[in-house]
Structure formats: structure tokens, C-alpha cells
């Protein structure tokens, strides 16, 4: 995949932007709802937010420590995503509404967790944080600046593909939280 990095940013922003919409709406249900599962094996709508919160947890401060050791500004005005950074973020990506089920690793597993409107307060903070970790990709190079990934530290994508895969995960479980909206 190749895009302009612009027009790549302003997705992902235009995305995280959904996402804070769907956490604010989210805060309005009561209690009772957001802790309603209509399977046990199923997340709750704070789980699902949960699950984003230990994502979040990794990648915001890898990308912004990325970001931080960048010295060099950007000429290049395309990103070229990698083999796997692309097959990632594909996998995690929402295909008209339909979302792949996937096992989650343990660490990353909310189930059962006790959780409270804190979980979506963290979210939306989280959610800010990366705009603006977006908006200070616009100055570097994301084919050429590299990031590890949560499941082991000797694998790095580059940055365009770890942003790709997080919001695209972040889209897919908002779908999911949505599905267990009982009104």
C-alpha cells in the first residue's frame, strides 16, 4: 500500500475523531448497560473499552518515544507500508461493519474486570493523546521511523503501519461495543 502521509494522517485523525464521538456517546448509558453482556463468553461495552485501554497502555508511549528519538524531518511525502505492517493493520481493519474474531492475548483480556465510566474517561485521554501523536507524525518520515509491536519487542513496523493497526483495532472494537447497545 502506498498513500500520501497527509492524506494518511487525516484519515486516522478523521477516525480517532469517530472514536472520541462513540466514547462520549458511550459515557451518556447508564452503568448497568455499559456492564451488559449478552453472552459470557461476549465483552461488555467497558470491556471492549478496556481491552483499547491496555492497547493504548503499549503503543502510546512507544509511539511517542518513537517520535521523540526522530531527529530527522520528513521529505518524503509517501508512505509505503511493510509486508507485515500491512498485513496487520488489514487483519485488525473493519471490512463494512464486519470485524474478524480474534483471540485476544491473556494481558490484553478484560473479562470479568471491574470496571466503572473511569474506563471510558481513560479511553477518551488516551484518544486525545494520540491526535496529537498524529499530528506530530505530519513532520517525520513513517515509512523510515520504526516501531515495536506489543507482542514482542523484536519486531518493529513502521510508524504509518503501528498507527494504522492501532486505530483500525480501535474502529473494530468500537463496532463491537456498539453491538452490545441495548437501545
Known sequence: MQIRQDLLIDELLALTEKAIESANTFKKLPLRELNFKKTSEEWSILECIEHLNLYGDFYLPEIENQLLKSTTKSNNLIFKSGILGNYFANLMKANNG?????????????????????????????????KSLLQQSRTVDLTKLKAAISLTKFIKLRLGDTFRFLIYHIERHILQAQRNMTS
Do not use: G
Open 98 to 130: 464486519k470485524i474478524t474474531k480474534m483471540k485476544s492475548p491473556k494481558d490484553k483480556n478484560p473479562s470479568n474486570s471491574e470496571l466503572s465510566i473511569l474506563t471510558i474517561e481513560r479511553f477518551i485521554k488516551q484518544l486525545e493523546k494520540l
